[in-house]
T-cell receptor, first 115, second 114 residues
Framework: AQTVTQSQPEMSVQEAETVTLSCTYD???????LFWYKQPPSRQMILVIR??????QNATENRFSVNFQKAAKSFSLKISDSQLGDAAMYFC????????????FGKGTKLTVNP | GAGVSQSPSNKVTEKGKDVELRCDPI?????LYWYRQSLGQGLEFLIY????????KSGLPSDRFSAERTGGSVSTLTIQRTQQEDSAVYLC????????????FGPGTRLTVL
């Protein structure tokens, strides 16, 4: 079974600084997707960034970028120029490609942004 | 609608009562998932619907949990004889194309069983 591990229950960063959240996963599949979701106190899960495993290029979305290391099964999220609105729970998730595959989530990292 | 909606936003019930949680998917999205998020935990898959196919119920924790999706649109998650360990946030997610697309989540229902 696939598993996703987030080893940092909590992280903090100063406003305008950069922070990296870690995620590792375990799978025997070669084709899959990886995601980072943000969950603010409102509970709404918001997609931050998505990576297809077959793509070597790391995904980027404005201030958010990932470091995808397929061989190491690592998928970290880098947030640049951190803003107060970035404070939230961040979840790393895995989904096998094809069909009706469900998302498998890590337990999350709580990010605090200090002014 | 513009996004996935869920109702009620919060539900408090007494142990042993039945509850129904509702999910309205994004218009046109044929795939629908239910997840459970217990305190301090990640999301746990419960059940999946895709079109007219038989649902994937492999994540339901017990036979007290059931779900249906009428007309390929609205879905209801029912928990019978609720227990305190059922207290959690129940999240619904939908997507257009299960093979390639990203799941979009509703705001969830926070269930508290006293």
């Amino acid at each position: 079974a696939q598993t996703v591990t987030q080893s940092q229950p909590e992280m903090s960063v100063q406003e305008a600084e950069t922070v990296t959240l870690s995620c590792t996963y375990d799978t025997s599949e070669s084709d899959y997707y990886l995601f980072w979701y943000k969950q603010p106190p409102s509970r709404q899960m918001i997609l931050v960034i998505r990576q297809e495993a077959y793509k070597q290029q790391n995904a980027t979305e404005n201030r958010f970028s990932v470091n995808f290391q397929k061989a190491a099964k690592s998928f970290s999220l880098k947030i640049s120029d951190s803003q107060l609105g970035d404070a939230a729970m961040y979840f790393c998730a895995y989904r096998r490609a094809g069909g009706s595959e469900k998302l498998v989530f890590g337990k999350g990292t709580k990010l605090t942004v200090n002014p | 609608g513009a996004g996935v909606s869920q109702s009620p936003s919060n539900k408090v019930t007494e142990k042993g009562k039945d509850v129904e949680l509702r999910c309205d998917p994004i218009s046109g999205h044929t795939a629908l998932y239910w997840y459970r998020q217990s305190l301090g935990q990640g999301l746990e898959f419960l059940i999946y619907f895709q079109g007219n196919s038989a649902p994937d119920k492999s994540g339901l924790p017990s036979d007290r949990f059931s779900a249906e999706r009428t007309g390929g649109s609205v879905s209801t998650l029912t928990i019978q004889r609720t227990q305190q360990e059922d207290s959690a946030v129940y999240l619904c997610a939908t997507l257009l194309n299960p093979s390639t697309d990203t799941q979009y989540f509703g705001p969830g229902t926070r269930l508290t069983v006293l």
